[in-house]
């Protein structure tokens, strides 16, 4: 895999504490992405290592700038360092774009309805951009929570979506913390529950012919898939967007704390992998720069083959059939026996 370095050309505030990085494509070799997937940035922070990836916000043949945004996470070291410490002018180093959250058009489809809470709302405009610049027929709904207008990312740019494409664009902002306005109907007190998402879909679209594109934290993705489900009777063209792993305590009864080996780049390490830590947090913490990206089991950067013994991937969302039997991803996996030997193919 070959990396680029990237030149910040500009960098736009977007609120308090949310900025986006514009970046310059390269001069030969143009970076291709499709809107909804994520660029992967390098950082390195008093010597070590550090990898994230940040969806991007910009719409290819829409936006000149490849752009990505990020918002400020408490004890977040590296989106402080981003906030805090790029400025313009700065060399980056990316990994190639990846993700499949994207656009899955078909003939039938008239309605897209996207549901977003905070930063959720970064793929999602992205793919905003595209439907709107791509077809004439689609109808788009966005459902977006936040704190009240003041945390609202990409405000400015979501307004001028809606004078753009008043006839094809809907727009509901969910504010948790406001006074309710009664002469704006599209603007909702609370937070995005089961409860107003039913609401929104409409009972006559034929559920063959919309589709739901999902980003934010577990309980509006449990929200709004119950509302679909409820709505039609069955989850049909809805796709999420995961930015962590969800454990459930009892995923972790047969783990325990073990040694294991581990092979790479030619060097053997001995490794002691905590129970409730995954091996790459572990090889991460021994400063073994292991290859790895999104952290929550959607790609395949941290891609091991298990030579012996027994691990487990705890935590993904999305079934992987294009594993083999031997291959786990060591951003969710744990050891179950002490005689693991993982090896990490280049």
């Not at 390195?44 to 550090?50: D, E, H, L, S, V």
């Not at 078909?106 to 309605?111: G, K, S, V, W, Y």
């Not at 913490?285 to 089991?297: F, N, V």
């Not at 992987?320 to 060591?330: I, S």
Request: glycine fraction near 6%; charge should be negative.
């Amino acid at each position: 895999m070959t990396n680029y370095t990237l030149k910040v050309t500009e960098i736009r505030r977007e609120t308090d504490d949310t900025i986006t990085l514009c970046f310059k494509q390269p001069g030969l070799k143009k970076i291709k992405y499709i809107a909804g997937q994520y660029l992967t940035l390098i950082f390195r922070i008093n010597g070590r290592r550090y990898i994230r990836p940040y969806s991007f916000s910009s719409c290819p043949g829409v936006d000149s700038f490849l752009e990505v945004t990020i918002k400020r996470v408490e004890n977040g070291l590296v989106s402080n360092h981003i906030n805090d410490m790029v400025k313009v002018g700065d060399s980056i180093e990316a990994m190639p774009p990846m993700g499949d959250f994207i656009f899955e058009p078909n003939d039938d489809l008239t309605d897209v309805y996207f549901w977003g809470v905070g930063s959720g709302i970064t793929p999602l405009i992205s793919i905003i951009k595209h439907i709107l610049n791509s077809t004439e027929h689609i109808n788009v709904h966005l459902n977006y929570g936040n704190k009240n207008q003041e945390t609202t990312i990409f405000k400015d740019q979501i307004e001028a979506l809606k004078t753009n494409y008043a006839e094809r664009l809907t727009i509901r902002h969910f504010h948790t913390k406001l006074v309710l306005d009664e002469g704006n109907p599209y603007l909702i007190q609370g937070r995005i529950d089961q409860a107003k998402a039913l609401s929104i879909l409409d009972a006559k679209l034929d559920p063959n012919c919309c589709s739901h594109y999902i980003c934010g934290p577990t309980g509006l993705k449990e929200s709004v898939k119950s509302a679909i489900q409820t709505k039609f009777g069955r989850l049909i063209n809805v796709y999420s967007e995961d930015f962590e792993l969800v454990k459930d305590p009892k995923d972790f009864i047969d783990i325990h704390t073990q040694q294991i080996a581990l092979t790479f780049e030619g060097k053997l390490h001995k490794l002691e992998i905590a129970k409730g830590k995954t091996i790459l947090e572990a090889a991460l913490d021994a400063d073994i720069e292991l290859p790895y990206s999104c952290q929550t089991g959607n790609c395949s950067t941290c891609k091991g083959k298990v030579m012996n013994g027994a691990i487990k991937m705890i935590g993904l969302t999305k079934e992987r059939n294009d594993l083999e039997e031997d291959e786990y991803l060591l951003c969710c996996s744990h050891p179950l026996t002490e005689n693991v030997q993982i090896e990490i193919q280049n």
